[in-house]
């Protein structure tokens, strides 16, 4: 059974809950969304497998989940892009936002959620539990597809995409 933590609005915990039930309840909990870059700028997509919990076949950034409880974000994120895209690479920080969203099968995303950057220049090992398929893509393009097919997408990959520390973070990174 795993859990997730529980947090209030300035991110400190308040204590820990199974996963599913922390969804149904749609209680604010920590998570963390990591977008890996190429060389030629591109980024790292993930559709998500068609069995997941939520939001399954949905188009979203390379990696995203919960850190466990007593983990820290960023060992986290370390353990997740390994464990869906088999790739080991440094992550940097760059901002923290919350959302809140319904989503499929009666279940509400709240979240406080930590998005990390990195480079990767290869193919990635897909974990076919979690991840259906993989692609690069440049930003203009999928601002563009996000506003064609936003139902392509997951609530929170179309939030971070309208973040503007995003884009001066990717400015950053690719320097």
């Known amino acids: 059974?795993?859990?997730?933590?529980?947090?209030?609005?300035?991110?400190?915990i308040v204590g820990q809950m199974e996963k599913l039930e922390a969804h149904k309840k749609g209680l604010l909990h920590r998570a963390f969304s990591i977008l890996l870059f190429n060389e030629a700028g591109e980024l790292l997509l993930q559709q998500r497998a068609l069995g997941k919990y939520h939001s399954g076949?949905?188009?979203?950034?390379?990696?995203?989940?919960?850190?466990?409880?007593?983990?820290?974000?960023k060992d986290a994120a370390h353990r997740r892009i390994?464990?869906?895209?088999?790739?080991?690479?440094?992550l940097e920080f760059v901002f923290k936002f919350i959302y809140e969203a319904k989503l499929d099968h009666d279940l509400t995303e709240h979240e406080f959620d930590h998005v990390f950057l990195g480079t990767f220049n290869d193919a990635p090992k897909i974990n076919p539990e979690e991840v259906n398929d993989w692609k690069w893509m440049n930003m203009e393009s999928i601002s563009q597809d996000i506003q064609t097919n936003p139902d392509n997408y997951t609530i929170w990959f179309k939030d971070i995409m309208k973040n503007q520390k995003l884009t001066n973070s990717i400015d950053l990174l690719l320097k």
Do not use: Q
Request: glycine share 6%; charged share 25%.
């Open 82 to 90: 390994v464990e869906e895209m088999g790739i080991k690479t440094n």
């Open 57 to 73: 076949g949905l188009w979203t950034n390379t990696c995203c989940s919960h850190p466990y409880p007593n983990e820290s974000v």
């Open 1 to 12: 059974m795993e859990e997730v933590i529980l947090v209030d609005i300035e991110d400190s």
